[in-house]
């Protein structure tokens, strides 16, 4: 460890060119303790008082070692990826309950209309032009589920096709596109939310 000499002018030009005084991490902390010491015993006077003094070098693990927060990160890491790879498997297997973690909760929850809708949010934002037809966000409901009718976007005056989907986005049979005034709730009384 470098430090410039006590009373140096120019402590940071004694750095750089090399006229500090060096010693090896151990004399340096015996060095710092019985200054300390001897500190301790006298009465600091107001020169000693206003100069900065060095704290001691904290501890640095070796580079070989990983250091324990480190290693207490990747533990964390590896037992989050471990619960998710079961929160996954569960969710393929219905005949166990499913177990919701607090952090993973919203990122799962989101309904099939939802997840549509992020999808098609990241493909606009990612994407180079934006062609106002080829775009369709779904109509979500609170949940994440699809609204009974959905229509295409409108062009000017004239009304969007709309049709009817049940609340993962199936269209519903005897429902043809239609422009603008389409009843679905006439079609499918089940889908109440």
């Known amino acids: 460890r470098c430090l410039p000499r006590q009373g140096e002018e120019k402590p940071l030009h004694a750095l750089l060119h090399g006229t500090a005084v060096c010693l090896s991490e151990k004399s340096y902390r015996e060095q710092a303790k019985a200054e300390r010491e001897s500190r301790e015993h006298e009465e600091p006077t107001t020169s000693e008082m206003t100069e900065e003094t060095y704290p001691p070098k904290a501890y640095?693990?070796?580079?070989?070692?990983?250091?324990?927060?480190?290693?207490?990160?990747?533990?964390?890491?590896r037992r989050k990826k471990l619960t998710l790879a079961k929160f996954v498997g569960m969710a393929e297997n219905?005949?166990?309950?499913?177990?919701?973690?607090?952090?993973?909760?919203?990122?799962?929850?989101?309904?099939?209309?939802?997840?549509?809708?992020?999808?098609?949010?990241?493909?606009?934002k990612s994407s180079q032009r934006m062609v106002?037809?080829?775009?369709?966000?779904?109509?979500c409901d609170r949940k994440g589920f699809y609204k009974r009718k959905q229509c295409k976007p409108s062009r000017g005056r004239k009304r969007g096709l709309c049709w009817c989907v049940d609340k993962y986005g199936m269209k519903l049979p005897g429902t043809d596109?239609?422009?603008?005034?389409?009843?679905?709730?006439?079609?499918?009384?089940?889908?109440v939310e």
């Open 177 to 191: 596109y239609l422009s603008g005034d389409l009843q679905c709730h006439a079609f499918d009384s089940s889908n």
């Open 132 to 139: 106002p037809r080829a775009v369709h966000l779904p109509n």
């Open 60 to 77: 640095r693990p070796k580079p070989g070692r990983l250091s324990e927060l480190k290693a207490e990160a990747l533990k964390k890491d």
């Open 94 to 124: 219905t005949a166990h309950p499913r177990i919701v973690i607090p952090e993973l909760r919203q990122e799962f929850e989101l309904g099939p209309c939802r997840r549509h809708m992020e999808a098609s949010l990241q493909e606009l």
